[in-house]
Nanobody, 114 residues
Framework: VQLQASGGGLVQAGGSLRLSCVASGTFSKFNSMGWYRQAPGKQRDLVADITYGGNTAYSDSMKGRGTISRDNAKNTVYLQMNNLKPEDTAVYYC?????????WGQGTQVTVSS
């Protein structure tokens, strides 16, 4: 299984970005897909998560500014982030979990300038 993330970049504070992650390979379905982020010197933390049925969860820092969605037919998960802040700067990793396995994408850099 491979997860290919895209959509990161450099944006000014207050701007928006939409991250995408496409899963490819052999799998039945992912119970959940989500996004984590890791800033330099910090641990990797959950940003948002969505189940196969569409139930979502957000970190407190992203709640109200982000929207996670997924297209099960395309094995793709999206994260729309609005009103970005400099503290959102990090490498964002796509994550997919099945019953007994977990996969990570390669990460996409998000940099928010003040």
């Amino acid at each position: 299984v491979q997860l290919q993330a895209s959509g990161g970049g450099l944006v000014q504070a207050g701007g928006s970005l939409r991250l995408s992650c496409v899963a490819s390979g052999t799998f039945s379905k992912f119970n959940s897909m989500g996004w984590y982020r890791q800033a330099p010197g910090k641990q990797r933390d959950l940003v948002a998560d969505i189940t196969y049925g569409g139930n979502t969860a957000y970190s407190d820092s992203m709640k109200g500014r982000g929207t996670i969605s997924r297209d099960n037919a395309k094995n793709t998960v999206y994260l729309q982030m609005n009103n970005l802040k400099p503290e959102d700067t990090a490498v964002y990793y796509c994550n997919a979990r099945g019953f007994t396995s977990q996969f990570w994408g390669q990460g996409t850099q998000v940099t928010v300038s003040s």
